[in-house]
């Protein structure tokens, strides 16, 4: 790799560009656990998990500093000057192979409980995937799964009940794994009012930040009460044990899982008398961190990979220029 | 006659210059082997997404399933938007394996490249086979 990072003489050279972007995915930085401290700045760039044998492999933390939603986020400019290639501008993104829409289509009333069904489509730009669904509701401190699957349209549905003695915020989390692979997987969420007002969007009550198998959340109003904290993946779901707790902060133990899913992890609360249910994934995604380069002129490269995050797997999308 | 002779060379020494400059010009205007580089990067894509579906003994389990449909999904989502692919699963006498085609479009009459990568199941009875994967970019 010494050429492609030093030769500026081939700057222009799209080969050049091409081993730079699996540079990226392949390295691990230094120090090579620079993802796991909040303070940590790297001194060379590299996303891959330390000690891995699995090629593309990703760092779930290193990944997670890149989300701009996240507080422990390095800024572009701390990346670029941490690659160290001073011509060489880039842009990354990272998301699930396919996406997963999630809209309400009836609720009903009977024997004490709302049931509420929801339409679930699997694709992959405009390509039906057919998958198995998990669905967990969450309100309150009351929580329940059902299982379902999308159909090879990648239309499916999925039903949950809530009893009416509670009333608030519900968010439905949804995870998808393709039938053809259990480590192809997307994941969404919708809150929705129960037996209460349309909710207000997700981050107005708390910021979310994954990091080191720790969720802080920092409380953006004095009078925001956390009344549960759950961690949810395809398999599994259980509480938060709190870590610590300070002024208008929480900390929860994140605990590490072998299954190949992403952790969803969902707190719920009042704002005085207003309820609120918000989430955040972990590896924190989708995201995209770098240049803009809709206008750039020259030469540039865009290349996909398929990386491991976690034992799931995602799409890396790696762009670079020249930036003189 | 030395005039004459003087003159000559002139003319030729433009004429050398002309010769180099335009050199200069064409091949600077030259692309830089941009299909080489979009087959490399193709090439790259489909290599690593046999690898990751590999992984795990996934892609294996398919193959000894008879699953073409599944790894035609898999497929389909691992690779990029705009890729046509076509996947022949050989055994170890080279003759093919799979039933139906493995495939979302026919890569027949483009620009294709061709990746192949060799796995073993994780049976009792170890079995290898070899995939040949056609790539090309679609439209």
Known sequence: MAPYLSDLSHRNDPERLQQLTSHLLLQTGTPDNWGQSRITVPTSFGLARAGSSIPYELDTDKVT?????????????????????????????????????????????????????????????????????????????????????????????????????????????????????????????????????????????????????????????????????????????????????????????????????????????????????????????????????????????????????????????VTLGGTV | MFDQRGQIRIIEAFLSIAVVFSAVLVSANLPSSPNLSRQHSLASIGAQALVELDAGGTLANLIVQQDWAGIKQALDVILPLGVSFNLTVFNEEMQQVNSQLIQNSNVLGREAVSVQHVLASQTLSVKFFVLRLQLGWAG
């Open chain 1, 65 to 317: 500093r890149l989300n701009s939603a996240n507080i422990y986020l390095l800024s572009y400019s701390t990346l670029w000057e941490a690659l160290g290639i001073k011509d060489i501008a880039f842009r990354i993104e990272v998301r699930t192979l396919f996406d997963l829409s999630i809209s309400p289509t009836s609720d009903s009333t009977q024997g004490g409980q709302t049931t509420y069904t929801f339409d679930v489509t699997t694709e992959k730009t405009g390509m039906p995937v057919p998958t198995n669904l998990t669905g967990y509701v969450v309100i309150g401190t009351y929580s329940n799964k059902t299982s379902s699957s999308t159909s090879s349209s990648g239309v499916g549905t999925v039903s949950v009940s809530i009893p009416n003695s509670i009333n608030g915020t519900a968010l439905l989390i949804v995870f998808a794994r393709a039938k053809a692979n259990s480590q192809l997987v997307a994941f969404n969420a919708y809150a929705f009012g129960h037996q209460s007002p349309t909710p207000i969007s997700s981050g107005s009550f708390t910021s979310l930040n994954p990091l080191n198998h720790v969720l802080n959340a920092s409380l953006l109003y004095p009078s925001v009460v956390i009344s549960n904290a759950q961690l949810f993946t395809f398999s599994y779901s259980f509480g938060l044990d709190l870590k610590a707790q300070g002024v208008q902060t929480q900390e929860y133990y994140v605990p590490s899982l072998l299954d190949a899913s992403p952790v969803i992890m969902a707190l719920t609360g009042y704002n005085g008398s207003t309820s609120f249910a918000e989430w955040v994934s972990y590896p924190q995604l989708p995201l995209k961190v770098g240049v803009d380069f809709e206008n750039t002129e020259g030469t540039m490269i865009t290349q996909s990979y398929v990386v491991t995050i976690g034992s799931a797997m995602y799409e890396a999308i």
